[in-house]
């Protein structure tokens, strides 16, 4: 297992012949050219290798680790210390002391009415109560139901009633939320309530209003579990674990049936050439109710590593970071990317000797990683030993997933935090990872091969001219097909059909990719969201997007376009913190005190320099003329949930924004006529 006082010994280096190897293999199948990941060119990988070979379910992993791990420690938090009035350090409970706690909150969740096959909801931000609760669920075969924290009343309440949910555990965060649309889930009987001390003041009622739905607090529901024991209900690997309902951007949530096969074997594909285990510490910030975080979790359960949850609050996680020391963090594109402009403003604001000593060290160090070789630990010790302390300075493995991210930027993570840099993708209703890079390999611009769990083919989209007869490399649309896909959607067998191919199994992303040599896969355009200019032209909006996100005057961008214009318009939310440092430098900004991001959006040498840095980027990422916005419109605040224009895992609302912004969108074509 792997030790986290020896991080540097993980960080591998390029193969020098890289280039000729595969990643994976064309395996021909019923006249179809078929992708497998080449360790497992023979046989999909259906669950863990020996000796976890055993696990076959998500209640399975529990019980592993509780008999391996017992002393060592599994969950961590940060409270303040009520002397300084800064947040303390963090304090785990051990394996064991959690297998008393699952044991007592699943005797209780029995006692109050939810026993085998029926649903249970899930409702908060990351923290032991959550994890205890959904364990529980796996003791005794009920299906979990994870919602986002962020969700509002209309969601929740569409979601418990889909769901048939019997109780739904949640933090007194959201109890108001809960209680306002409770007599309308005419399934629920009971709600388990948790974290007293970061909820709004006021007692917990024992009955909703119209005295149905009974409420306990966690401690209640541990005494009553106490008196009541009850023996565990094992699952089979054919059993529903989880219904996930994804945040769409159109229409009510969909649920993605998942099982315990579906779980475990790609729990399994994703670990499957990672050593993640004893001494190692993964930071919980990602919602749980995303498969991402979710099966991420699973992983260091399988391994016995500790999880540290960061305290609710974005803006403090790299000092919870710093605190916890994780060597394990799995994040996303949106804060990669952040830490990316932060790092480098921080070396432009440097002396000059200061910036001439980082160009040297990364210099130094890309050669090292490029020729096989260790990095020059006088760089080490001097450069990137500071910026490794930003993170903790023990971090070893890194992960991007849930959207595309910038080669350049994880070459750079890779460079300054010495890390293992991997890139995923997936789906929730692939149960996760479809395929990941590998840490033997330094190339970027890819998402690697197929997971070991599953395969994948391209399919034809003449409407697109994407063909798999494509030269030099075949592109199409991705399917996936294998233990880890997905029973289908609940109560939906419509929706289920126009992705899923019940006969042969495949499951249609949407994704268009590009095959590369050695079997890595790079997903190049968007099939679902496409849409027609008055020329003909078909337009990906999500790949323009994705491109302007490279000039580093940009966070956010939303491209829109229908068929009765002949050319692209953009609202565009500029990165605050490097606009305001690009600004004073090119004296853009007349006037004393610091600039609001608003008063820069309204600043027309500002437009002009953003609009110019798109225009950079779309060269760099060869975008067609077609492709490019004609005319921006700079917005002062960020597309967010609260706002109504994100879903909870970050992915834009069109029809929202397109509504938001209408008025503006029009204003910009009547500019263009």
């Given amino acids: 297992m792997a030790s986290s006082s020896s991080q540097n010994s993980f960080v591998t280096y390029r193969d020098e012949k890289k280039e000729t190897s595969l990643d994976a293999v064309p395996v021909f199948s019923k006249g179809e050219t078929v992708y497998r990941n080449a360790s497992h060119k023979d046989k999909l990988l259906t669950g863990f290798p020996f000796p976890d070979d055993d696990c076959k379910t998500l209640g399975d992993i529990w019980e592993s680790a509780f008999k391996k791990y017992p002393n060592r420690p599994l969950l961590g938090t940060r409270s303040m210390d009520e002397r300084t009035g800064h947040p303390g350090k963090y304090e785990f409970n051990t394996y064991g002391d959690f297998e008393l706690v699952r044991t007592k909150i699943a005797a209780g969740i029995t006692a109050l009415g939810c026993t085998s096959s029926q649903t249970f909801g899930l409702y908060s931000i990351n923290q032991p109560e959550w994890v205890a609760c959904e364990a529980a669920c796996t003791r005794q075969n009920i299906v979990s139901v994870p919602l986002y924290d962020t969700l509002g009343p209309d969601a929740v309440e569409y979601i418990l009633n889909h769901a048939e949910c019997v109780g739904v555990a949640c933090s007194k965060v959201v109890l108001h939320t809960l209680l306002n649309v ?196 006088f760089w080490e010790k001097l450069v990137f030993s500071k910026l490794k302390a930003k993170l903790g300075g023990r971090v070893r493995y890194m992960s991007s997933g849930s959207a595309p991210i910038g080669g350049h930027v994880i070459e750079f993570l890779r460079i300054c935090f010495g890390a293992v840099v991997f890139e995923g993708y997936g789906m929730t209703e692939s149960a996760c990872v479809i395929s990941k890079t590998n840490e033997r390999d330094f190339s970027t611009g890819h998402v690697g091969a197929p997971a070991p769990c599953c395969e994948i083919k391209l399919d ?189 895992t970050f992915k834009l609302k069109r029809p929202q924004a397109k509504e938001a912004f209408l008025p503006v969108i029009e204003a910009m074509y009547e500019s263009l006529r």
């Fill in 460 to 648: 034809d989209v003449p409407e697109m001219n994407y063909r798999k007869s494509d030269k030099p490399y075949p592109r199409g649309e991705v399917c996936v097909r294998g233990p880890s896909v997905f029973a289908g959607y609940f109560k939906s067998h419509e929706q289920t059909r126009e992705c899923l191919d019940e006969v042969n199994g495949w499951l249609k992303t949407g994704d268009i990719g590009m095959m590369l040599p050695g079997g890595r896969l790079k997903i190049i355009d968007r099939k679902k969201n496409i849409f027609k200019l008055a020329q003909g032209e078909y337009v990906a909006p999500e790949k323009i997007e994705a491109a302007y996100g490279r000039s580093p005057l940009v966070a956010q961008s939303f491209v829109y376009g229908d068929s009765l214009q002949a050319s692209l318009v953009a609202i565009v939310v500029p990165d605050e913190e490097v606009l305001a440092q690009y600004a004073k430098a090119n004296g853009l900004m007349k006037g004393g005190g610091a600039p609001t991001l608003r008063d820069m959006c309204e600043n027309e040498a500002i437009k002009r320099a953003v609009f110019n840095s798109m225009n950079k980027a779309a060269n760099e990422s060869k975008l067609k003329g077609f492709e490019r916005a004609k005319r921006i419109h700079l917005h002062g605040e960020l597309f967010s949930v609260e706002n109504g224009l994100m879903t909870p």
């Fill in 182 to 377: 409770i007599h309308r889930c005419e399934t629920v009987k009971f709600v388990i309530v948790y974290g007293n001390e970061n909820g709004p003041p006021g007692a917990i009622p024992a009955k909703t209003a119209n005295g149905r739905v009974t409420i306990k607090t966690f401690e209640e529901v541990l005494i009553l579990g106490s008196a009541k024991p009850v023996a565990p209900v094992r699952a089979h690997e054919n059993d529903v674990a989880t219904i996930c309902y994804t945040s769409g951007t159109t229409g009510d949530p969909k649920g993605v049936v998942l099982t315990h096969l579906n779980l475990c074997s790609n729990a399994a594909g994703y670990s499957y050439d990672l050593n993640i285990g004893i001494g190692d510490i993964h930071v919980s910030y990602l919602p749980l109710a995303h498969i991402y975080e979710r099966v991420t979790f699973m992983v260091c359960v399988m391994g016995g590593a500790a999880v540290g949850f960061y305290r609710g609050d974005v803006l403090g996680l790299l000092d919870d970071v710093q605190a916890l020391k994780p060597t394990i963090f799995c994040s996303v594109p949106r804060l990669w990317n952040r830490i990316y402009d932060k790092v480098n403003a921080g070396v432009a604001e440097g002396s000059p000797i200061a910036r001439m000593l980082f160009a040297k060290a990364y210099a130094s160090k890309k050669y090292a990683f490029e020729n096989g070789k260790p990095p020059n630990p």
